[in-house]
């Protein structure tokens, strides 16, 4: 089968920039991303391509090859659906706030809803394709649904996680290490096999059965946060010890079979997926009775709260066990460089720390939005909120504050007048620094009193 019409579900950041990159590369198809949020598709639509509603490196050039020639955006579900050939759903699911499962299974109500949307809507047999990250077990629920409330037509399932991360995305896409898909129908599977053939080598497109493949979604994140919580282990270790934990990272990295990557210390890992999908899998082998499964993978996320909880308990007690009425500048809240998102940032929760400890924060992040930092922090109470300022300059950010926190690794902040920043600052000039990013000889030699995650002051 030859596919033709390819609706996505979906204009997050995966759905975006997955399938701006399939229209980019395979010109013969029509690409229709749709969203029930308005204001997002408007952005997707916006000319200025300034206004893009996620920021990727990469993505505008994509979009000017691709909108408007073979891929559009819309918010007409329906339509979308009845045209396409093929549907990929790519919708959010969080971790479930109520209920059964309450704050470990992924809330699976949106993939529902696309389910029986897409049950109503059809007219003809279609492929469905599932993007999103999911339980295991999620196809069948869909197929379920799709084949109880169609009318007679035939859906095919497929699981085809998306692996790219944030911030590399358009190259992650462009160059995939593999790609995945599972099904059972070999006609569905060949047809999506033949859309990531026009540009990825064949060798790397792997087909599993529709389990192994949501299952390896799930395992590829929890090993690489798992990764990132053992390293954060050792940082503490290392602080108490006198050793550096990026010269233990480099050290061990260099054995080909640790590998040097996913190894920096941090101030703890955030995004959208890692925790969603431990507490997923967590939740996964304990509805199985597997509770020593369920309890070793519950480990990377209590490493990762408690390094978190420790960053900010180390700045309080360094300024003197209070912080009170002190100007704390943050310098940056997405999860990570170069990308705005903020899901999980580990900014957030030492933001929130620091302000219950009354402290004044003052935050610049290049790329995320004051609308946004303030919807982080909508647990905050009013008189909490008026503790936060959110600045358009890293320069004023940190004037007059007691203590800097580097907390995302943007480039940019090597780039700065530090020298500038020390004169501006109140003395002792303190920098906290999550990400290791900044030159420590040469903070030291300023005069700033410098510290890192994973290297002792001692
Ligand atoms: C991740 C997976 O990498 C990707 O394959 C999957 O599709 C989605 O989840 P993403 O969350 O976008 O991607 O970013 P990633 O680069 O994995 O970083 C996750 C978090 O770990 C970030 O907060 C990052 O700063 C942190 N991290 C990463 C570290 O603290 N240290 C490291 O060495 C690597
Ligand atoms: P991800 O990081 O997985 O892409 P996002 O939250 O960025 O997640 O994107 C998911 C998108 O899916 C959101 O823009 C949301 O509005 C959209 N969405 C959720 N449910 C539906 C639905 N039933 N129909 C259309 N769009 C939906």
């Not at 990295?253 to 210390?265: E, N, P, Q, V």
């Amino acid at each position: 089968m030859k596919i033709k019409s390819i609706c996505c579900i979906g204009a997050g950041y995966v759905g975006g920039p997955t399938m701006a990159v399939i229209a980019q590369k395979c010109p013969d198809i029509k690409v229709t991303i749709v969203d029930l949020n308005e204001s997002r598709i408007a952005a997707w639509n916006d000319s200025n391509l300034e206004n893009l509603p996620i920021y990727e490196p990469g993505l505008a050039d994509v979009i000017t090859d691709a909108r408007g020639r073979n891929l559009f955006f819309s918010t007409d579900v329906d339509k979308a659906i009845d045209e396409a050939q093929m549907i990929f759903i790519s919708v959010n699911t969080p971790t479930k706030n109520y209920g059964v499962g309450k704050g470990m299974a992924a809330d699976l109500k949106y993939i529902e809803l696309c389910a029986r949307q897409i049950a109503r809507v059809s007219k003809h047999d279609k492929i469905v394709v599932e993007k999103s990250t999911l339980p295991v077990r999620t196809a069948e629920a869909i197929k379920n649904i799709l084949d109880n409330t169609g009318n007679g037509v035939q859906f095919q399932i497929l699981s085809n996680p998306e692996f790219l991360a944030e911030g590399t995305a358009v190259q992650d896409l462009h160059n995939p290490d593999r790609v995945l898909i599972g099904g059972e129908n070999e006609e569905a599977i060949s047809a999506l096999f033949d859309i990531y053939s026009n540009w990825v080598p064949k060798e790397k497109i792997l087909t599993t059965n529709v389990w192994s493949s949501e299952l390896s979604k799930l395992t590829a994140n929890a090993f690489l946060a798992q990764r990132v919580s053992s390293i954060n282990s050792i940082s503490e270790l290392c602080e108490k010890t006198g050793a550096d934990v990026s010269e233990v990272a480099k050290a061990i990295g260099m054995d080909a079979r640790i590998g040097s990557k996913f190894l920096k210390a941090s101030v703890g890992f955030g995004g959208s997926c890692f925790q969603k999908d431990i507490l997923n899998l967590v939740y996964i082998a304990k509805s199985y009775g597997l509770h020593e499964v369920a309890d070793y993978w519950e480990q990377v996320i209590i490493m990762n709260d408690h390094q978190k909880n420790r960053f900010s308990q180390n700045i309080i007690k360094t300024l003197y066990n209070t912080v009170s009425g002190k100007k704390i500048a943050l310098l940056g809240w997405a999860f990570k460089k170069d990308t705005n998102d903020t899901r999980e940032s580990a900014a957030i929760n030492i933001a929130q720390n620091l302000i219950s400890e009354q402290a004044n924060i003052a935050v610049y992040d290049p790329k995320v939005s004051e609308k946004q930092i303030k919807l982080d922090l909508l647990d905050l109470d009013e008189k909490q909120m008026d503790l936060i300022n959110v600045s358009q300059d890293p320069y004023e950010a940190c004037s007059n504050s007691h203590a800097i926190a580097i907390l995302t690794e943007w480039d940019e902040f090597n780039t700065y007048d530090w020298k500038k920043i020390y004169n501006n600052m109140l003395k002792p000039a303190f920098v906290f620094d999550g990400r290791n990013l900044l030159d420590k000889k040469q903070m030291i030699e300023i005069g700033f009193t410098y510290i890192a995650v994973g290297s002792s002051n001692l």
